[in-house]
């Protein structure tokens, strides 16, 4: 069975740019979970997707959003890009509240 | 505000020798509890989770981990460690609020393991 998929893998992008980040979940998993991992900041929380709604956010600016489809697949669009963007984005799926599997993430790099 | 404190950034290890990574949390009720590793390049793998119930918890690849409330700890242990344990590691908590989603986490900055041969 597929894992949860994420990409691109690498992404290089200006200073300014917007990026487009996708996941793709496991088979029957209904919930997407972001995160910044950033270095020097650890993992942080960024955006939770249930069933089409999004549920949670972390403390990011407006400039990073998201939607989740149909399908439960999801996307990650962070704007306006700036140097501090720069980190690797991990993107989690869960079936409801069960355990949450990783993907491999995606690695943006702002110049 | 919750919070996930690991006080060690990095630990070596001789291959065979016991581990102890270090977790304390800071969270008004009984939290839900993790530890994630993270090997090179590649994304989290869940180690072993604490919800309620028995203190002493264990997991995959021979590690264990135990709650103990009055210190607000959740170290983990491994009894004698391999080569391949080296990567890093990180534990997390989970806040009830969010309907007990186990993905909705606050990590720790994470403890860098090496093992030495």
């Known amino acids: 069975e597929a894992g949860v998929t994420q990409s691109p893998t690498h992404l290089i992008k200006t200073r300014g740019q917007q990026a487009t980040l996708r996941c793709s979940p496991i088979?029957?998993?209904?919930?997407v979970y972001w995160y910044q991992q950033a270095l020097g900041l650890g993992l942080q929380f960024l955006l939770w997707?249930?069933?089409?709604?999004?549920?949670n956010r972390g403390n990011f600016p407006p400039r990073f959003s998201g939607r989740q489809f149909p399908n439960y697949s999801s996307e990650l669009n962070v704007n306006a890009l700036e140097l501090e963007d720069s980190a690797l984005y991990l993107c989690?799926?869960?079936?409801?509240?069960?355990?949450?599997?990783f993907g491999q993430g995606t690695r943006l790099t702002v110049v | 505000a919750q919070s996930v404190t690991q006080p060690d950034i990095h630990i070596t290890v001789s291959e065979g020798a016991s581990l102890e990574l270090r977790c304390n949390y800071s969270?008004?009720?009984?939290?839900?509890l993790f530890w994630y590793v993270q090997s090179p390049g590649q994304g989290l793998q869940l180690l072993l989770k604490?919800?309620?119930?028995?203190?002493l918890v264990q997991g995959i690849k021979g590690f264990e981990a135990e709650f103990k409330r009055s210190q607000s700890s959740f170290n983990l242990r491994k009894p004698s460690v391999h080569w391949s344990d080296a990567a890093e590691y990180f534990c997390?908590?989970?806040?009830?609020?969010?309907?007990?989603?186990?993905?909705?986490?606050?990590f720790g900055k994470g403890t860098k393991l090496s093992v030495k041969p």
């Open positions: 088979s029957g998993h209904t919930s």
């Open positions: 604490y919800f309620s119930g028995d203190t």
């Open positions: 969270y008004g009720a009984t939290p839900y």
């Open positions: 989690a799926t869960a079936w409801g509240r069960t355990e949450a599997f």
């Open positions: 997390a908590v989970g806040a009830k609020d969010y309907g007990g989603s186990q993905g909705n986490l606050i």
């Open positions: 997707y249930d069933e089409g709604e999004e549920r």
